[in-house]
């Protein structure tokens, strides 16, 4: 599979299920290789991605993540061969360990060492591919692992095409690619928003990351980076604001979205943050973004 350069991230589901059909043919019209789905607290991203791939004709849907504690291995491996064979090769399973408070508090399941976990899922998978007598896809659908510290990145690149950091940063990017080697997938998420008052840009950005910034795994990551306590105040510091949301101008969110490039991202999918803080995507930065425009 080649998965392309630019992808997006989110869907227009709170417009609807024939919402979000509409915004994933037209992010396909304008070239965007990827759908990224996320698995939280809305469309089930396996379930999604089938409608989705029925209603379009080259896009890749790809999730961001499936979050392993919502189905075992073999169930990932069916659902995974499934939709790529009734799409013609056009699915990406994207995996990860979650988060303790959904996996514990909502979930209800133990939230075990990540690491001793995946790798154990990782093998479960394994198995499953032995198992499975279902249709076969044109070639073994891809598997990237939602990775931000080196050894779920080291994990990521020994086991799996690669992985997809998400809430990270170029800085990041470069410490990625240098633990995954040259030739794995770097899927990197980023947030932008289209906005030049700073005010209004960083309130935007707060909003869309005002769950993610409290949660310990991104905070273990960013500490990583050389942020600190006080980053993490208020929903965010404007210093680590600036560092994961991409705002300006169109030139200014275009050269955030090639900063990753440089740094060694292979793919990036973008995260189209409205400027008024409500949820759905913006369309016209996608519009600026897309890649007929030279990205």
Not at 146 to 153: D, H, P, Q, V
Not at 166 to 184: C, F, N, Q, S, V
Not at 259 to 287: I, M, N
């Amino acid at each position: 599979m080649e998965l392309g350069r630019l992808g997006v991230f989110g869907t227009a589901e709170a417009q609807g299920i024939e919402g979000s059909v509409a915004f994933a043919r037209k992010i396909e019209s304008l070239g965007y290789s990827v759908l990224w789905l996320p698995e939280a607290f809305m469309l089930d991203p396996l379930v999604h991605a089938a409608h989705l791939l029925v209603h379009t004709e080259r896009l890749v849907l790809a999730t961001g993540i499936c979050n392993i504690y919502a189905r075992d291995a073999l169930a990932s491996i069916c659902a995974a061969n499934s939709l790529s064979a009734q799409s013609g090769g056009r699915f990406v399973l994207g995996i990860g360990v979650s988060h303790k408070s959904f996996v514990e508090g909502i979930r209800g399941h133990s939230y075990l060492g990540p690491i001793e976990t995946m790798r154990a899922y990782l093998d479960g998978m394994d198995k499953a591919r032995a198992a499975y007598v279902g249709p076969v896809p044109p070639e073994p659908p891809p598997v990237v692992i939602g990775a931000l510290r080196r050894k779920m990145l080291t994990l990521a690149g020994e086991r799996t095409q690669g992985a997809h950091p998400y809430l990270t940063t170029p800085e990041h990017t470069a410490r990625a690619r240098e633990i995954l080697g040259p030739d794995k997938w770097l899927c990197v998420e980023q947030k932008v928003v289209l906005e030049t008052n700073p005010s209004r840009a960083r309130e935007a950005g707060r909003g869309s990351m005002s769950v993610n910034i409290a949660l310990p795994n991104y905070q273990a990551n960013l500490r990583w980076l050389g942020y600190e306590d006080a980053d993490f105040q208020d929903g965010g510091s404007d210093r680590i604001v600036d560092a994961l949301i991409g705002w300006g101008d169109e030139r200014a969110v275009a050269k955030r979205v090639q900063e990753h490039f440089d740094a060694g991202a292979s793919h990036v999918c973008v995260q189209a943050v409205r400027p008024d803080g409500e949820r759905g995507p913006d369309l016209k930065v996608l519009e600026a973004l897309a890649p007929q425009g030279g990205i």
